[in-house]
Every structure is written in C-alpha cells, then in structure tokens.
C-alpha cells in the first residue's frame, strides 16, 4: 500500500472539526461534523463514562450514521453542548428526515475539568454552536483548545500535582488509505512516548521540580481510590476507509490499545475512557488494519496533546521540563 506520511487530520474529506472555549474558566468543546452521515463505532474502557446516544453505536441497533461527535468539558453537564450541535446541523437540514422535521445524531463524550477553573462554568449549547461555526475554519490546533482546554493528567495525589495536558490530533496517510486521531487527554495516570516509553507528563513531586510514577503510587494508595475520581481520556479514530458498524466497533476496541500504550495507570473504574472511530470514505481495507493503524495513531495524538500543553491554571505542562 505504499509507505506511510503524516499529514493533517484535516486532509480528510467530508469531515469538519471545530472548538469553542472559556480560556478564562478552564473548558471547553470540539466537535466533529460529516458532511454526510459516518459510520460509528465505539470502544468503552473506563468504568465512569459521561455520555450521550453511544448505545446507538452497537450492530444490533438500527442506527446506519452519525452527523456529528462531540468531545466536551464539564463532566456530564457538558453534554448540554449536544444542544447547539443539534441546532447547527438541523439548520443545515442534516439529519434523520421524520416528517417534516430533521433529527441530528449527535453523539458525545465528557471529560472531568470541573476541578481546573471554574467548575459552575461548563460547555453550553451556546458553545457547542459556536465550535460548529468553528468547524467552517477546519484548521488544525493542539494543546489547550476545545475540549483540552481544562485537561490535566498526573491527578494521584490532587490537582495540586497534576500537569496540564490538552487536546492532541496526528494523522498518516498509506496509499489511499488515511486514518487519523482527535483526543482530548485528562487522565489519573501518566503520559509516556510510546516508542521510547519516555514519562512526557504526568504526577509532579512535592517540590514540583520533576515526576514520580502514578503507577507506583495508585498501589500504595487503592484504598483512596475515589480520592482522584476525575478523569477521562476521550478520543475518535477518523479514517476514510469504507468500513460497517461492527467492523468500526472494533476499530474503535483496538485504537484503545493507543490509550494503554500511553498512559498508566489507565481504565480505571474511576476513569471514563472512550474512543469512537468514524469512517466516511471509500477506501477498501479490513477492519484489523485500520484498529492496529488508529492504535499508533492514537498513541501519537496523546503524545501531542501533552507535548503541546502551555502552562495554564496554575499547572506546569511538559515545556516547563524541556
């Protein structure tokens, strides 16, 4: 199939991302519209998801496409920013024709940022339209936008030793076949370069000035366990391969494996860890070499998402250490 290039997640077609955010009080959301209806699957791992329409996703259920995903700040209360999704997309007449009226399907993960700026200010319906409008720019960014806008990662001992982390996209190209990754990084564990194993961010000493093992410490600590509760990595694989629902849920189950070779500890039942795949294209391929493609993808895009981090709120990110 020819070797394989990076290039932009934006390079694929009849998909459009966008973000909206409140720099001020630490959240936000992105959004991720089709043009047409995309194929969904979905890969639950965490035991503490917030989420909205994923039953949908499952073979057995009607449900041929989603017109939209939505990855959101504010824990289960930003899923109201589905609202102005929906609101976007059926004044574009994009949805399930019922009657005379036009329903979206929008579907969507939280994460846990209540704890980084202002935790009673979350993602509305009102930002949710405007990461819609957004979405007409499509043009890449990393880091603290969107729906990493208040994510942090390293969380064992508090948010007083968290790091900050963010919003990460990466995306290859192989032959025709392109797949891409989204993911908004906010997790109880560490971050670590996939290749080299390389800790990248994570659980800060009590001087601050360099990282213990999260890993170490969750075990010294299990009887704590709701004590670092608000976490919640959430991602989507997007690739413009022509695959069904059942063949994409398990795009979306090995893509997982990105997360778990990335970030420890991870999955946690405390966690809500969640990936989708969307695909929109043509391209013929199996479903085994999209999921083990998503899985490097997804690796690469967590990668990002902290490497690309700015200091905000008070945490240090992975440039303080550079």
Known sequence: ????????????????????????????????????????????????????????????????????????????????????????????GRGVKVGSAVVPIVVGS??????CGDGSVRPDAKMGYEACID???????????????????????????????????????????????????????DVFEMDSGKQLAGLLNKNKDAMLSSEVEAIKLLHLASKFSFNTTIGAIITNADLDKAEMNKVAAMASNGIARTIRPVNTSMDGDTVYALCTGKVKTCADVVGTLGARVLGKAIERAVLEAEEAYGYKCAKSFL
């Open 135 to 189: 979405s007409e720019r499509n043009t890449e960014r990393n880091g603290n936008i969107g729906a990493g806008t208040g994510a942090t990662v390293g969380k064992i001992h508090g948010d007083g030793f968290a790091m900050k982390s963010g919003l990460g996209c990466y995306c290859i190209q192989m032959g025709a076949l392109q797949v891409g990754a989204i993911v908004a990084v906010n997790a109880v564990g």
């Open 1 to 92: 199939m020819g070797e394989i290039k990076e290039i932009s997640i934006h390079e694929i077609k009849h998909i459009n991302i966008g973000h909206a955010q409140d720099f001020e009080h630490g959240t936000g959301c992105t959004v991720i519209l089709a043009d047409k209806k995309a194929v969904c699957g979905v890969d639950v791992r965490g035991g503490g998801p917030a989420s909205r329409e994923t039953e949908l996703l499952n073979p057995l259920m009607s449900n041929d496409g989603i017109n939209a995903l939505l990855l959101s700040g504010g824990s289960a209360f930003g899923l109201d920013a589905a609202g102005g999704v929906m609101k976007y997309l059926e004044e574009k």
């Open 110 to 115: 939280c994460i846990f940022d209540l704890g």
